[in-house]
């Protein structure tokens, strides 16, 4: 069975920092793309970045290139978001999802990052 | 990149059918047929029902169809039965390798 913990979640002011992080397990990680997809209280579902298997390829939500930084560890099976300069806008629920021939296959439970002063 | 629009909700009675649009541009529905659909109960994950269009995964109902037209892209659900109640949410890849979700539809079985 397939599970994403995502981690590190927290209360921030605005232009401070986080990092996310999210282990995976199930499945072989090192061969998967993997994406974070982020969910304001109420709203939609937004993507804001994703990394190809070997880190080679990062792509970037345009209202947080600059600011956030997706990375990982294939030895260790885990994806991280290193969140910087961040915006009351930037509150959401933030998923690790895996993702592979343009689509999301598997999500974790979110973790929730909330930007306030 | 703007958000794909979807209607805010969409209400059915159990054994209709419903039709739920996605409308989007030449940059990123009228571009690819990497187009999915995830659906969204409250306080939980979303999980993936549609990719590729309309290509359901492994243990999704057959009731769930989508489709595609141009810009628009179309997600049916026939025979609705009361566990549909969600929320929908599609998605599509973009001209700038980045991926466009809508603003999802909150769906009422009546």
């Known amino acids: 069975e397939v599970q994403l913990a995502e981690s590190g979640g927290n209360l921030v002011r605005p232009g401070g920092s986080l990092r996310l992080s999210c282990a995976a397990s199930?499945?072989?990680?090192?061969?998967?793309?993997m994406t974070w997809v982020r969910q304001a209280p109420g709203k939609g579902l937004e993507w804001v970045a994703n990394i190809a298997p070997d880190s080679k390829i990062t792509n970037y939500l345009e209202s947080v290139r600059g600011r956030f930084t997706i990375s990982r560890d294939n030895a260790k099976k885990s994806l991280y978001l290193q969140m910087n300069s961040l915006r009351v806008e930037d509150t959401s629920l933030y998923y690790c999802v895996t993702h592979n021939n343009w689509r999301f296959d598997y999500w974790g439970q979110g973790t929730l990052v909330t930007v306030s002063s | 990149q703007s958000a794909l629009t979807q209607p805010a909700s969409v209400s059915g009675s159990p054994g209709q059918s419903i039709t739920i649009s996605c409308t989007g541009t030449s940059s990123d529905i009228g571009a690819y047929n990497y187009i999915s659909w995830y659906q969204q109960h409250p306080g939980k994950a979303p999980k993936l029902i549609i990719h590729d269009v309309g290509v359901r995964p492994s243990g999704v109902s057959s009731r769930f169809s989508g489709s595609k037209s141009g810009n628009t892209a179309s997600l049916t659900i026939s025979g609705l039965q009361t566990e549909d109640e969600a929320d929908y949410h599609c998605?599509?890849?973009?001209?700038?390798?980045?991926?466009?979700f809508g603003g999802g539809t909150k769906l009422t079985v009546l």
């Open positions: 199930g499945l072989p990680f090192s061969t998967d793309w």
């Open positions: 998605t599509s890849y973009t001209t700038r390798y980045t991926y466009v």
